[in-house]
């Protein structure tokens, strides 16, 4: 199976192509908060680089979040775009769980960690039950490093921007009995290979989302629910509506620019 993937959940953007397990072509950079002028162009490059067409792919995936929400919106605008033009199935693959694949098949328990707003953190705990099945421990969380410390009660490998930002806060709420350990140095960022291989088992199990597919996003606080419940927005229920709405207005854009001039054609030398 040949797919695209693109991982923007962070300011680390990286795209691949894979073909399998092979890697046929792959670009990683800091992108900051430029994945809308870089994404577009790094794609463009892995075609002309390997002499492949979105034609000519099998299948699409994206980091679904949660991270940045300019980031998120902006990679799963591109790729639902390449989907509505191409037809081809998208998967979604959650961006703790596209961490733990930088380390398949690991003995030890994985805690990915992403940097959020005001100080705290996005982690979840992942396990490898074999080298193609990983199960999910802790789901999703976001809240202060301290509170990640006092909920791991095994010995852990953390990973992650969050663990390199937020480690001696993460280590202020851990049990003195319980070890961590930092990941490789090449385990830390995340990886369009790797949210290529989680998502090329999703497309092979029939996993494909349909438009309406929205950014992950981790589990609104009790507060915000009772405020909603008596007339009020919630801040993230208004975050929520203005994504969904520049999420609406990239599509557009997209499909403007493809009809344009296709990703992945070559151009003609003047």
Request: aromatic share 4%; glycine share 10%.
């Amino acid at each position: 199976m040949r797919v695209l993937a693109i991982d923007t959940a962070t300011p680390w953007q990286s795209v691949a192509i894979l073909d399998g397990q092979r890697i046929v072509a792959r670009r990683d950079q800091d992108a900051g908060k430029s994945h809308s002028k870089l994404l577009l162009p790094a794609i463009d490059r892995l075609f002309t680089e390997s002499g492949l067409s979105l034609k000519q792919l099998d299948g699409l995936v994206v980091s679904i979040g949660p991270g940045s929400f300019t980031g998120l919106r902006v990679g799963l605008a591109t790729m639902l775009g390449f989907r509505t033009i191409t037809g081809l199935p998208l998967a979604v693959v959650p961006t703790l769980e596209g961490l733990a694949w930088n380390l398949r098949g690991a003995s030890t328990a994985l805690c990915p960690v992403l940097a959020s707003r005001r100080g705290e953190v996005y982690w979840a705990v992942f396990r490898w039950m074999t080298d193609e099945l990983i199960k999910r421990v802790i789901p999703e969380q976001v809240g202060p490093p301290a509170a990640l410390g006092g909920m791991l009660a095994e010995p852990t490998m953390m990973m992650g921007n969050g663990w390199e930002v937020e480690e001696a806060a993460i280590r202020e709420g851990l049990a003195r009995s319980v070890k961590l350990t930092a990941a490789p140095a090449y385990a830390m960022k995340p990886s369009a290979v790797s949210i290529g291989l989680a998502g090329m088992q999703r497309l092979q199990r029939g996993e494909a989302v349909g438009l309406g597919t929205s950014p992950l996003y981790i589990q609104r606080s009790e507060a915000e629910l009772k405020y909603e419940q008596s007339g009020g927005i919630s801040p993230v229920a208004r975050r929520q509506e203005r994504v969904a709405k520049k999420l609406g207005a990239r599509m557009a854009r997209i499909r403007a620019a493809a009809s344009r001039q296709p990703v992945g054609t070559k151009r003609n030398k003047t």
